[in-house]
């Protein structure tokens, strides 16, 4: 049986790291009610842009327009979109997957990172990061989210892409969240939605023109809506697993303090017996 | 009384403006508009400028950037990536940045995004504006 001494310092370690994952949960409780109202705020604009956007493209469904042809070269661009630290589960690894496991070959991809924790993974798996914005994720502005869809949309026009995938986490709600990829660009449309909306829409300036000053706009808003998700997720995250920590660390303290206080037992056992024995000697 | 349509302003961290309005005026791409109740379908893209809400009582004005809108007949969704009450709005910031732009556009050279420049002076005018 280890000594009590053993089990005491075990005990004592064990309870420092509780203090630090109770500590981290509730300041993860604290970031995530925060989160959680921006991802709110932002949703009415999303939603809007989403369906104007699908709107616009069910109509004018066979236009000519660079952003909605699918072309045949270049390669697929993923924005991958993780946190800066860890310990917040199956967060970071759930969104690496997502991309290893998408069945696109390894050498078609280029990957464009929002999150040190991703950057490093598919570093480290060989994969091409062509850009890191690893630094806005603490407090993503919609001013950061218009540098990335820009930088993708040069890169798109150039022909240097051919199609961009959004991998985040959505935020359903606290306790569940969701890794998901979707397609920014082309534009696909879903036409069973949009076809019972017949309003005839006028333009101004001219469709065309509309779309390529819309179209950038949705991008933006698509991986600016993404961003806040997945800080609220990450949160969430963190908190379930900081939550599940410090349950884990009472368990482990209740059973060492039942070991501990058996082992004081047999020692003042043994010390009686030592003594009654000694007594005996003696007379 | 003047017919009523639904007003939204959208912002993407907020709902600037929501209500009944009688009339909304905005500035887009092609000029100024002004928007009454029972307007055909548009789509129209913004410029930076002042948005000008008529309410049943009285005037509201907001500086508004960039962004789209859609008007129905019953209804006008303004769709902004930015948008500012004028109690929001640092004057001395916004005479910076005008002073700042107009400084860029004088003194062109290669490298100077022209076309950003621009845009930012038509913003500052437009916060500078809905001040006064």
């Known amino acids: ?283 | 009384m003047a017919e009523l349509m639904k007003l939204q302003v959208i912002c993407p961290d907020r709902i600037f403006y929501e209500g009944e309005v009688s009339m909304v005026e905005f500035n887009t791409t092609e000029g100024e508009v002004g928007i009454y109740p029972k307007h055909i379908p548009l789509t129209s893209i913004l410029a930076p400028g002042i948005l000008t809400i008529t309410e049943e009582d009285g005037l509201k004005n907001a500086a508004l950037h960039s962004g789209f809108v859609q008007i129905l007949p019953e209804k006008v969704t303004v769709m902004a990536e930015a948008a500012e009450w004028p109690h929001e709005i640092d004057l001395g910031r916004a005479e910076a940045a005008r002073d700042r732009a107009e400084e860029r556009i004088k003194n062109r050279s290669d490298k100077t995004d022209i076309a950003r420049a621009e845009t930012a002076l038509q913003r500052a005018i437009a916060r500078i504006n809905v001040i006064k």
Do not use: C, W
């Not at chain 1, 991958?80 to 997502?98: D, F, P, Q």
């Not at chain 1, 496991?101 to 991809?109: A, F, M, Y």
């Not at chain 1, 935020?171 to 660009?185: A, E, G, M, Q, Y």
């Open chain 1, 1 to 283: 049986m280890a000594s009590m001494r053993d089990i005491k310092r075990r005990k004592v370690s064990i309870q420092s790291t509780q203090q630090i994952t109770k500590a981290m949960k509730l300041t993860s409780t604290v970031k995530l009610q925060k989160a959680k109202t921006r991802a709110e705020q932002s949703k009415p604009y999303f939603d809007f842009m989403y369906e104007t956007v699908n709107a616009m493209l069910a109509k004018s469904g066979n236009i000519d327009h660079p952003y909605l042809q699918a072309k045949d070269t270049g390669k697929t661009a993923i924005v991958v979109i993780t946190s800066n630290r860890g310990l917040a589960g199956g967060y970071n690894n759930n969104i690496i997957k997502l991309v290893t496991e998408s069945g696109i070959p390894k050498e078609d991809v280029v990957i464009y990172t929002v999150g040190t924790k991703g950057r490093d993974a598919l570093a480290r798996r060989n994969y091409d990061i062509k850009e890191d914005y690893s630094d806005i994720i603490e407090e993503p502005q919609y001013s950061d989210a218009n540098v990335i869809s820009r930088d993708l949309l040069d890169a798109f026009e150039q022909g240097e892409i051919k199609e961009i995938y959004l991998a985040y986490t959505f935020f359903k709600n606290t306790v569940s969240h969701d890794p998901r990829r979707i397609k920014l660009l082309p534009v696909e449309i879903d036409s069973e939605e949009t076809q019972e909306k017949g309003i005839p829409m006028n333009y101004e300036p001219e469709e065309e023109e509309a779309l390529d000053l819309i179209i950038p706009k949705y991008i933006t808003s698509m991986i600016y809506g993404a961003l806040m998700q997945a800080v609220a997720s990450e949160n969430g995250a963190r908190m379930q697993a900081m939550d599940s920590a410090t349950s884990n660390a009472e368990e482990m303290i209740d059973s060492l303090s039942l070991l501990y206080n058996r082992a004081r037992q047999g020692s003042i056992t043994q010390e009686l017996t030592e003594i009654i024995a000694g007594a005996d000697a003696i007379s």
